[in-house]
């Protein structure tokens, strides 16, 4: 039995279609903001609060390990329902709320390894989620691309420890945004209003960030994105990032001569 701790976006729905496939037996906690799953029997409705029945349901479960999917957003700590191990851990929550969302989740691995229970990849059940060094579209970068590549990667792998930026765009040897907490989305639609055409997004994971949750993800909506505001190409580290309908990216990307570039 595997426990599934799931949150907001796409990720969640693809992890679990794959282990119904493999006949996996599962638990989902369901931490979206809609409560997405509470239509599957095997999806529990718990508040982030109540550690004390979380980690019941995984025992009761036999869970020793967990999956973390998705985005888990900030809770509104004045309404959460507490149980009384909500009521001992709530204050070390509070506090990594304020690094940002994904450090709640950091925080709560703590908490489950506390509790002798393991979390494993998010890619455990769908590895071809990753992908590996290469180029993986017919258009790839040229030499100006490369040095601008080149610029944005060091730009990333300077940050500290405590930056929670995982993603930029860089243009003519000069980085002109950087992804903010509101996501690549929100970042790509901005240069609209800056310098629009020919920048290339980097994707790279965090520093120290823990790589069995919160990879870099890229999906068809972010090359149509791409394609939008002009960007020609798309960087990502390999295995540790997450592609969604990578078949569709890739047939997109090469119908719109956007690289897709894995270093």
């Known amino acids: 039995m595997i426990g ?6 796409d990720l969640p729905n693809v992890i679990l279609n794959n282990i119904k496939k493999k006949k996996v ?35 009761k479960n036999k869970c020793k390990k967990v999956l973390f999917a998705g985005k888990i957003n900030k809770p509104k700590f004045s309404s959460l329902r507490l149980d009384f ?6 204050k070390r929550i509070i506090k990594s709320s304020k690094l940002g969302d994904a450090a709640i989740i950091k925080e709560i691995i703590k908490i489950l390894l506390k509790e002798n229970i393991k979390v494993i990849s998010s890619t455990t ?7 590996k060094k290469g180029n993986f579209t017919k258009v790839k970068p040229n030499n100006f691309d490369k040095s601008d590549i080149k610029i944005g990667v060091k730009y ?12 930029l765009i860089v ?12 996501g690549t989305k929100k970042m790509i639609q901005s240069i609209n209003k800056i310098s629009k055409n020919n920048g290339i997004l980097i994707k790279f994971p965090k520093k120290k960030q823990d790589l069995r949750v919160d990879l870099p993800t890229v999906g068809l909506d972010t090359f149509k994105d791409c394609k939008k505001y002009g960007l020609k190409g798309i960087v990502l580290k390999a295995n540790q990032n997450i592609i969604l ?19």
Do not use: R
């Not at 599934?4 to 976006?9: C, H, P, Q, R, Y």
């Not at 599962?26 to 239509?39: H, V």
């Not at 059940?125 to 992908?131: G, I, M, Q, R």
């Open 171 to 182: 243009k003519n040897n000069k980085v002109i945004i950087k992804e903010g907490i509101y």
């Open 25 to 59: 037996k599962y638990i989902i906690i369901d931490l979206s903001k809609n409560k997405k799953f509470k239509k599957d029997k095997n999806s529990k409705n718990i508040s982030i609060g109540q550690f004390g029945k979380i980690i019941n349901t995984l025992n």
């Open 156 to 167: 990333l792998l300077k940050l500290n420890m405590y930056n929670h930026i995982q993603g």
């Open 4 to 9: 599934l701790i799931f949150g907001d976006t």
């Open 85 to 90: 191990k909500g009521f001992f851990y709530i």
């Open 245 to 263: 309908d990578k078949k569709k990216c890739i047939k997109f990307a090469n119908k719109n001569n956007i690289f897709l570039k894995v270093l």
């Open 125 to 131: 059940f769908n590895p071809e989620l990753s992908l």
